[in-house]
């Protein structure tokens, strides 16, 4: 293990890095921000996994449902998650440009979308329908290689607000269709991934639950991270 004993991090950033068992003795961290896959954190002596996730629970009641096995919860789940993203896509229509603006390194709106389309052809088509289809080109995928712009992706395209924003109300529709005629028996089956090397390499084995599960936490966690960006940017052109 990497010790840093005396050293000055103000102001450091650690992006997709990999902490696990990593221990913080003596430090000062005012004003610090962790945001990522966090469990069993100990500040002080105190576990406060449980704490942060009762709080969001509370802050966004959707989580319990998309964490339910329950059918009727789940369809509930993806009509208030389809629900947010079209209150923030007329939120971005109301500024022409902001849909393509990032801060802080992270994605755009428009590639947050692109992102989810990519999330719906390789979860939801591929792992719970078992398609083996080529991904919708315009996604945006994994960094890592080779999935980065397999499988149909084409990272030369740059597709208009509209055109997004169609396909994710075409997959919304497809899935919400599923969704409707699923059943908990459906639910508890193995994941009918096809056999091949195409994303994601390690949803075979999974319950179709647990891959509609990364559908909607991703669609859930992806619009936290845009609604975050556009209050930010709309707070620096106020100043």
């Known amino acids: 293990m990497t010790r840093y004993v005396d050293e000055d991090l103000h102001g450091a950033e650690f992006r997709e890095c990999d902490l696990t068992g ?18 069993n954190l100990v500040v002080n002596g105190v576990e406060v996994t449980e704490y942060v996730e009762a709080e969001l629970d509370r802050r966004h009641p959707v989580r319990v449902l998309i964490r339910s096995e329950d059918p009727a919860d789940l369809r509930e789940a993806s009509r208030q998650l389809h629900a947010g993203w079209a209150a923030t896509i007329e939120r971005i229509r109301r500024t ?4 393509r603006r990032s801060v802080n390194d992270e994605w755009s709106a428009v590639q ?8 719906h052809d390789s979860w939801f088509r591929r792992c719970c329908l078992g398609s083996t289809e080529l991904f919708t080109p315009m ?10 712009g ?20 075409a997959q ?17 089956a193995r994941a009918p991934v096809p056999d091949d090397d195409v994303w ?36 620096q052109d106020a100043e």
Do not use: K
């Not at 022409?96 to 849909?99: A, L, R």
């Not at 996604?139 to 980065?148: A, F, L, N």
């Not at 919304?172 to 508890?188: G, R």
């Open 172 to 188: 919304t529709a497809e899935l919400e269709a599923w969704l409707d005629e699923v059943t908990a028996m459906q639910l508890a």
């Open 96 to 99: 022409p440009g902001i849909e």
């Open 150 to 169: 397999a499988h149909g992706l084409d990272l030369s395209l740059d597709p208009a607000l509209d055109e997004i924003v169609s396909v994710r109300d």
């Open 22 to 39: 990593a221990r913080l003795i003596g430090v000062v961290m005012q004003d610090a921000v962790i945001d990522g896959l966090i469990t």
């Open 200 to 235: 994601p390499p390690y949803a075979r084995g999974r319950l179709v639950r647990q891959c509609l599960g990364t559908v909607l936490n991703e669609t859930f966690e992806h619009h936290g991270f845009c609604v975050r960006d556009l209050d930010l940017i709309e707070a």
């Open 139 to 148: 996604g945006i995928g994994t960094t890592v290689e080779p999935y980065r």
């Open 112 to 119: 947050t979308m692109r992102h989810l389309v990519f999330v």
